[in-house]
């Protein structure tokens, strides 16, 4: 493929049979397998301008399609490097898009070829775990003599008294509700770990009120190969107070 246009990256693979890959890509262009020592670029020729919309919808659509292209790369090769929404090669210093490409190929390729071996045979699962505060304070308040104490302090008070007590008890229920969140997370964190692989900790997501997201995980593990994680996720589930997300296999965006 030479182009004086840019082109747009998908993914990374191992092989070497230059070919269309008989789908249509974010721009309507196809998609082609671009081969150079031994690796694969997941391209689409583009204008060589950054993609920017306001339209939410149209955003989706286009990350839908990213996600799609790179799904099919993935079935068909087996492992891939994928690359996040909106990455590009251009033509630049004199060179097209492809010359463009292929210097970058071979600039990076021990690094490249070091992370598809890593990766090969290897999926991406979400984890993520959600409690519900109100539900976890009755086991909390059952084995906390202090909070029992100053709960009967408080009735046997005047309303003036019993106000301030009623604070110092929101301060000791905060603080033990953080202690509780970082004994679970603990927990649940090294439950998790002896089941994968590799793990990241993403950072957490806001949730409706009064649920809150304790953990946020990117996990990596052999394809098809989740069933031990997910036997856990599900004990983690029963427990009173907690719902667990459980997402993939994805191709590993958050490992490469």
Known sequence: MMTDKGLYIYCLAQGNQEEPLELRGLGGQPVEAFSHRGLIAVVEECEPKSLKSEDQKVLADWLLIHQNVVDIAWERYETVLPFGFGMMIKSMDGKTASENLKAWIERESEELR???????????????????????LPKIKRSDKEIQDLEKEIQSKPKGVAYLLERKLAEIIKKRLEEA?????????????????????????????????????????????????????????????????????????SFV
């Open 114 to 136: 070091g992370k598809l071996k890593r990766l090969k045979n290897k999926a991406e699962y979400g984890v993520q775990v959600i409690w519900d505060p109100a539900g976890i």
């Open 181 to 253: 969140a970082n004994v679970y997370f603990k927990d649940f964190y090294q439950r998790i770990r002896n089941c994968v692989g590799e793990i990241h900790v993403e950072k957490v997501r806001r949730e409706n009120p009064p649920k809150q997201m304790i953990m946020n995980l990117s996990c990596l593990q052999e394809k098809d190969e989740g069933v031990l994680l997910g036997k856990e996720l599900e004990k983690i589930g029963k427990i009173q107070g907690f719902d667990v997300r459980f997402t993939g296999p994805w191709p590993p965006y």
